[in-house]
T-cell receptor
Framework: GAGVSQSPSNKVTEKGKDVELRCDPISGHTALYWYRQSLGQGLEFLIYFQGNSAPDKSGLPSDRFSAERTGGSVSTLTIQRTQQEDSAVYLC??????????FGPGTRLTVT | GQQVMQIPQYQHVQEGEDFTTYCNSSTTLSNIQWYKQRPGGHPVFLIQLVKSGEVKKQKRLTFQFGEAKKNSSLHITATQTTDVGTYFCAGNAGKSTFGDGTTLTVKP
């Protein structure tokens, strides 16, 4: 498809388990952002990739969170030892420039 | 670091009334983007403003970028029930920073 895709769409995991969330940006987009959004809340910035530059990780809430972007395309957000407060919708966005532009549908993570 | 403040947080209007949301950045922006998020959906890109003092219109929506490129507004004329949702601005100055959004509800 032409848009940003994310998988899985829903993930339920037990507290303490690790999860991986995937984002496939629009082909050719150099910028990729990860956000999370709790119910009824705004967008919390997590991490920003821009081309081959070192990612801006300033939004990652703890060292349990990490993200990679392989080959300047697909990105994976990994949460280790999940906690209940990690439950949220995780959104990925890509853009040919600096701004976000296009959001994926999100992954709804529920930690039980 | 860069901060983007957005007001009001909530706005309830009667159908047909106008609506405005405002964004203010702590730093000068290279551009600003506006998004709409319907309940249960993900943010959808509406528009990008780049030039100082720029005004753009999309049907009943009017977007403005301030002369100093530190503030912006979105104005909806004669709201309709289809306008409900949360409107976010995102200010870009090397990195994109979102405002907290304004949630609009419209009473028929």
């Amino acid at each position: 498809g032409a848009g940003v895709s994310q998988s899985p769409s829903n993930k339920v995991t037990e507290k303490g388990k690790d999860v991986e969330l995937r984002c496939d940006p629009i082909s050719g987009h150099t910028a990729l952002y990860w956000y999370r959004q709790s119910l009824g809340q705004g967008l919390e910035f997590l991490i920003y990739f821009q081309g081959n530059s070192a990612p801006d990780k300033s939004g990652l809430p703890s060292d349990r969170f990490s993200a990679e972007r392989t080959g300047g395309s697909v990105s994976t957000l990994t949460i280790q030892r999940t906690q209940q407060e990690d439950s949220a919708v995780y959104l990925c966005a890509s853009s040919p420039g600096v701004g976000n532009g296009y959001f994926g549908p999100g992954t709804r993570l529920t930690v039980t | 670091g860069q901060q983007v403040m957005q007001i009001p947080q909530y706005q309830h209007v009667q159908e047909g009334e106008d609506f405005t949301t405002y964004c203010n950045s702590s730093t000068t922006l290279s551009n600003i983007q506006w998004y709409k998020q319907r309940p249960g959906g993900h943010p959808v890109f509406l528009i990008q403003l780049v030039k100082s003092g720029e005004v753009k219109k999309q049907k009943r929506l009017t977007f403005q970028f301030g002369e100093a490129k530190k503030n912006s507004s979105l104005h909806i004329t004669a709201t309709q029930t289809t306008d409900v949702g949360t409107y976010f601005c995102a200010g870009n100055a090397g990195k994109s920073t979102f405002g907290d959004g304004t949630t609009l509800t419209v009473k028929p």
